[in-house]
């Protein structure tokens, strides 16, 4: 008999050791890609270099695809779309659509950043995303990104990751010395303009004033061939020179930096690549900026997307309309996770609970679910269905109490094109800050939630 009662369980309660086995090789999986992908650029070189080797090719806007044909669309080095054109007739079967973002909360350096004050070097940044700007001092950081040469040579860089390289520094004040600072409140006690990476204190002896930072510019010109002006058209972000770690004796969790959104780009990744036996045509979006609006040409807002299933429905000869209308799409992002020690801002039936499964975010939005996608019950009620059959693990999820917060995905940008979407990731604690963590089995859950949405 139907059980009257809903209730959430553990999965690690539930699992037997076959099952816990697999929600542990497989983090191990995604620790790998997490450590390797600490910006959307190598987010996009990891997901470009796995979809070839499983025989994924550039697409070329006005190539005429047939069934079988596996593709992507490299945006820029930012952002990338990956699709394979099923055997179903894409008129009536419409596409299936895995949407995440790659791109994380950071400290982004200024196009003039270097300057000295008080014999230090410092480089200037404007922070990427939404912070808690204090939790971002007093912490080691890598330095990721490109800068071109006057002559167009592009130089990839990525400062801070090896044990041997040197890291990057943004200080707090010593306690003893902070009675005024802790007047403050939490978001006025460290100001963006105080968000200054420490990057030298050894002055050159070839130059008298601002011979620190002329040292630090000797340095960058000795190894990288770099002058000063090439930071005007430079993209570099500090970020967190952290690994991957499992945390707790159980090593249930695990923690990073970025698992929003990469812990949901990750598993839309290898369900599309592990179930190539499916018959419908399937697209998984890797966007950019979402952490911003989901503006830009790498951005969600971007056609690009829409301009693909565009030419999908053109190589069939049918109504690109039609095709919309019949296509469905999870919004893969991470949703926040119940945390007991700030239980105050949850409404806990409606909360996710660590390791019961992948959450569903049927609206996020703030305030009267303002700019919210909300989904409808009837599309809740096909996942529902589809998840029942595949033994898919989830849960319902709300982004914290009624009018506590809010936040926004790529959703609402995919549904305004006539695309049944809903919002569904790996719920995360301590989300945006340097080192946030997750649990193995829920992201295990989001695997097997893509992976039956894709074959369903
Ligand atoms: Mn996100
Ligand atoms: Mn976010």
Redesign the pocket.
């Known amino acids: 008999m139907k059980e009257l009662s809903y209730k959430r369980t553990s999965i690690f309660k539930t699992a037997d050791e076959a099952e816990k086995q697999k929600i542990f090789a497989y983090a191990e999986g995604y620790k790998n890609f997490i450590d390797s992908a600490k910006t959307e650029r190598e987010a996009v070189s990891y997901i470009v270099r796995e979809a070839e080797a499983k025989g994924y090719l550039p697409f070329a806007f006005g190539e005429k695809l047939k069934a079988g044909d596996k593709r992507y669309l490299n945006n820029r080095n930012k952002s990338v779309i990956l699709f394979r054109v099923g055997s179903a007739d894409v008129g009536e079967d419409g596409v299936r659509i895995v949407a995440s973002?790659i791109d994380a909360p950071r400290i982004d350096l200024k196009q003039n950043p270097l300057y000295e004050k008080d014999g230090i070097a410092f480089f200037k940044t404007h922070y990427y995303g939404g912070i808690k700007k204090y939790q971002w001092t007093a912490f080691p950081l890598a330095l990721h990104g490109v800068i071109f040469l006057a002559d167009g040579t592009k130089k990839e860089v990525a400062i801070g990751e090896d044990p041997s390289d040197p890291v990057f520094y943004i200080s707090d004040l010593l306690p003893h010395l902070s009675a005024k600072q802790n007047t403050k409140t939490l978001a006025e006690a460290i100001e963006g303009e105080t968000l200054n990476l420490w990057v030298g204190q050894m002055p050159s002896k070839d130059e008298e004033d601002n011979a620190v930072s002329y040292a630090v510019l000797q340095i960058l010109n000795e190894k990288y061939g770099i002058c000063e002006e090439d930071f005007l058209c430079a993209e570099l972000s500090a970020v967190p020179a952290v690994k991957a770690r499992d945390v707790g004796f159980d090593r249930a969790l695990v923690g990073a930096y970025g698992h929003?959104?990469r812990v949901?780009a990750y598993p839309s990744l290898t369900a599309l690549l592990d179930n190539e036996d499916g018959v419908h045509t399937v697209f998984a979006v890797f966007a950019d900026k979402?952490?911003i609006g989901s503006e830009g040409v790498s951005g969600m807002q971007c056609e690009a997307f829409i301009d693909l299933i565009n030419e999908v429905a053109a190589s069939f000869g049918v109504s690109a309309a039609k095709v919309r209308s019949r296509s469905k799409c999870l919004s893969a992002?991470?949703t926040v996770a119940y945390d007991p020690n700030f239980a105050d801002v949850y409404e806990k039936n409606n909360a996710s609970l660590l390791s019961c499964g992948a959450g569903v975010n049927k609206y996020t939005g703030a305030r009267g679910k303002s700019g919210s996608n909300d989904a409808g019950a009837e599309y809740l009620q096909e996942l529902r269905a589809l998840f029942a059959k595949e033994g898919v693990v989830w849960q319902m999820s709300e982004l914290g109490k009624v009018d506590a917060g809010g936040?926004g995905?790529v959703a609402k940008f995919i549904a305004k094109y006539n695309i049944d979407t809903v919002d569904i990731?790996v719920p995360v604690i301590s989300?945006h800050s340097p080192f946030e963590v997750i649990s193995k089995a829920d992201l295990y859950s989001l695997e097997r939630a893509f992976a039956a949405f894709i074959k369903g």
């Open positions: 973002h929003d959104d949901c979402e952490e992002d991470v936040g995905t990731g989300m």
